[in-house]
């Protein structure tokens, strides 16, 4: 061999030599992940060419390519690489790329690589792998070809297959190997399998070259196009077999298959177009015009993806704007009503997805342009028209902000629009729900008008509210006719107006009816911190009862040598003094004793009054008396001497069974009159003797009074008793 003189040496070893010792000397280091789905990694050589049988190809340099244009961009250079390249593939487990020789000047075919950001390459040695220590083309191809294409599922096992380097060459030879690699310098081959067609029909199916292959990881399936029938084929990497999918639409070879994380497959052919391909069908579609690639020898693989990001939050917003910022607790649900985020783009559904319970949400993806969320209760449908966005009746939007900083769009209606480059990520897109308060209506039992300027106190109002518990701040929506129904105060100020009053204080609410007979209603709601108001509901009050007093008990009835008289009032208005009457059987009544009145009052009062000469049996009955002499008579109640036990009435508290036991009262049938507390009647029970048990199921739960008495109205006993 001729020598070369030693500057000549010096000049290659500057030239050319150096930078692939720096890149081979270094240890490979992963591919950072950025960026959106717009790019793959490809491999190429500039020229390749078969002489004699011996096939030449030049070292091989690495690109990016982005898929919109076909824009191609240098990653390493082919002094870098220093080796002719083939079946690139990523591994998403350590994010390296991987690829074999297709021409070693020492190896020949088939010595694998792991290849570096930094352009550095690390041999991998591998057990089993189909290798070639001759670069002769004829004898690669009539022992299967050489391994040309290779993707990674998501384990980390890397798929290759053999190709033909000659046109010419016959058999259906191709041959795929599973592969796993490890993070050290070895990998095993698992599994081999020669492809097969037995659903082929046409006898020139037999003369296939799988060209490219790429993993599927949604079906767990091998998707190869092939160069001879422009056909997109499914292989069972387990048995060899595959079956055609359907027809590429195109004539020129493909040169790689590549595929992002969301499962967008990508092509490139020999003019450098990028396709999109459909793996149901089979069919590409163009993405790129054609590019000068100028390669003899490529292949694509799928790249480092770090999809763009739009995320944000669902806030319980329990003070809305009043701090001027969208905050709160997290929550996916309005309620219990599930809530959705929906990424709208040209009035139509990109994606729709579930808020988490936690209120966060995250879209990733390709986002380039003008996009909406929308927050609502119902799901979208990807390519439809956005869903009704609306929520329960009970919540409602108080706040719409991008950023954790105060602000907000000012609409507050759960959408908030944006503008993105691709690749372009953006968090913080954030919304703020509230839980409208609540009203109900409420009412008093009709009452006596007091008359003139006097005043009652206006029923306690009933809200409430999920983020503040009680409100603090009421609108009075409508004001009473101060001439026919009376005056609205508050803190001693009348009311002409509707108004809102913040630090409500129900003490300081009061009503001075007009005088007589009236049933005066206003409307009210609440408010809680977020602004946000009730519904409305109503108040009522009732002045229409025109008695002097409302007797809500009278009764009469043996204590020890006397018989003791009690009644009770709900109501008395103008009353002077009650007098108590007696009369025997057979006369009249006549006044035996008198009990000075409170005169004005809406509470329950107890009288009483003890007969201390009693007859053996006799009736009595009560006499209201008003200031201006005004009388009103009660019912009269009989009463006599005749020795009983009293009623024994057991548990107490009790839940919803209440036994009564009874000695016999000759042939008096007995009555069990169950009040509450307030002087209502709210049950009555006949009693015939013996043990009785009676239902109190339909009570609520309180103290209550019971009246055992016989037919012709004489008390025999009282008792107090508690339901639970």
Request: some cysteine; overall charge negative.
């Amino acid at each position: 061999m001729k020598k070369l003189p030693t500057m000549r040496i010096a000049l290659i070893l500057a030239g050319i030599c150096l930078l692939p010792f720096v890149a081979r000397s270094q240890t490979p280091t992963p591919f950072a992940c950025s960026g959106s789905d717009g790019f793959g990694y490809y491999i190429s050589s500039a020229t390749s060419a078969t002489q004699s049988g011996v096939l030449r190809i030049s070292d091989s340099r690495l690109s990016r390519l982005t898929t919109a244009t076909g824009d191609r961009t240098t990653v390493c250079t082919a002094a870098q690489l220093d080796v002719s390249l083939n079946a690139l593939a990523f591994n998403p487990q350590d994010n390296f790329l991987y690829a074999v020789s297709r021409f070693d000047s020492s190896q020949f075919s088939g010595r694998l690589y792991r290849i570096g950001a930094n352009c550095a390459r690390q041999a991998i040695t591998v057990n089993g792998i189909r290798r070639f220590t001759t670069n002769n083309a004829q004898t690669v191809d009539n022992n299967g070809g050489a391994i040309g294409s290779g993707t990674f599922d998501l384990d980390g096992n890397y798929y290759v297959n053999t190709s033909y380097a000659l046109t010419n060459s016959t058999g259906f030879r191709n041959l795929i190997q599973k592969i796993n690699i490890s993070s050290g310098s070895t990998a095993t081959v698992e599994s081999t399998a020669t492809l097969t067609c037995p659903s082929c029909q046409d006898a020139g199916d037999n003369k296939l070259t799988i060209t490219d292959i790429i993993f599927d990881e949604t079906s767990g399936t091998l998707y190869g196009s092939n160069r001879q029938r422009n056909t997109l084929y499914r292989i069972n990497s387990a048995t060899g077999v595959i079956t055609p999918v359907g027809a590429t639409g195109i004539t020129n070879t493909i040169l790689g298959l590549y595929k992002n994380r969301f499962g967008a497959v990508r092509a490139i052919d020999s003019e450098g177009i990028i396709y999109s391909v459909n793996l149901g069908t089979g069919a590409f579609t163009q993405l790129s015009v054609a590019e000068d690639i100028r390669s003899g020898n490529a292949d694509a693989a799928s790249g480092c993806y770090a999809p763009a990001v739009l995320s944000g939050n669902v806030f319980a917003d329990g003070n809305g704007r009043s701090d001027d910022t969208v905050n709160g607790t997290g929550t996916g649900t309005a309620g219990t009503v599930p809530l959705f985020a929906t990424l709208i783009q040209s009035s139509s559904v990109v994606t729709s997805l579930a808020v988490n319970s936690d209120g966060t949400y995250a879209f990733e993806g390709d986002f380039a342009g003008n996009y909406e969320i929308r927050i609502g209760r119902n799901q979208g449908t990807e390519g439809a028209a956005p869903p009704a966005q609306n929520l329960p009746t009970t919540h409602v939007f108080v706040g719409d902000n991008i950023g954790t900083a105060a602000g907000s769009d000012g609409s507050n209606n759960g959408r908030l629009s944006f503008t993105l480059a691709l690749g372009d990520n953006l968090s913080d897109i954030n919304f703020g729900i509230n839980t409208k308060p609540t009203a109900q209506n409420v009412s008093e039992p009709p009452q006596n008008n007091p008359g003139g300027s006097n005043r009652v106190q206006v029923p306690s109002l009933d809200v409430a509210d999920a983020e503040d518990g009680i409100p603090t701040t009421i609108l009075v929506a409508s004001i009473p006719d101060s001439s026919a129904e009376g005056i609205l105060y508050y803190n001693g100020t009348a009311l002409t107006r509707s108004r809102n009053i913040n630090n409500f204080d129900e003490t300081l609410f009061e009503f001075d009816p007009a005088d007589g007979p009236v049933v005066v209603t206003f409307n009210y709601r609440s408010r809680d911190r977020a602004t946000t108001q009730s519904n409305q509901a109503t108040v009522t009050m009732d002045f229409s009862s025109t008695l002097p007093i409302v007797l809500v008990h009278f009764s009469a009835a043996y204590d020890k040598q006397a018989v003791r008289v009690d009644w009770e009032t709900a109501t008395e208005f103008d009353t002077d003094y009650f007098i108590v009457q007696r009369r025997a059987a057979d006369g009249e009544f006549s006044e035996i004793g008198r009990v000075q009145a409170t005169g004005y009052s809406n509470e329950l009062l107890r009288y009483s009054f003890l007969d201390r000469q009693p007859l053996p049996e006799a009736y009595y009955r009560l006499v209201d008396v008003d200031f201006d002499g005004t009388t009103t008579y009660s019912k009269a109640v009989y009463v006599t001497n005749e020795q009983a036990e009293l009623p024994q009435l057991y548990p107490s508290p009790v839940v919803d069974q209440l036994t009564i036991t009874l000695t016999s009262r000759k042939s008096s049938q007995l009555t069990a009159n169950f009040y509450s507390v307030s002087g209502k009647l709210l049950l009555t029970e006949q009693l015939t003797g013996g043990k009785q048990v009676v239902s109190l199921a339909g009570l609520p739960a309180g103290l209550y009074n019971v009246v055992i008495s016989d037919v012709r109205g004489g008390r025999v006993s009282t008792h107090r008793i508690i339901k639970r």
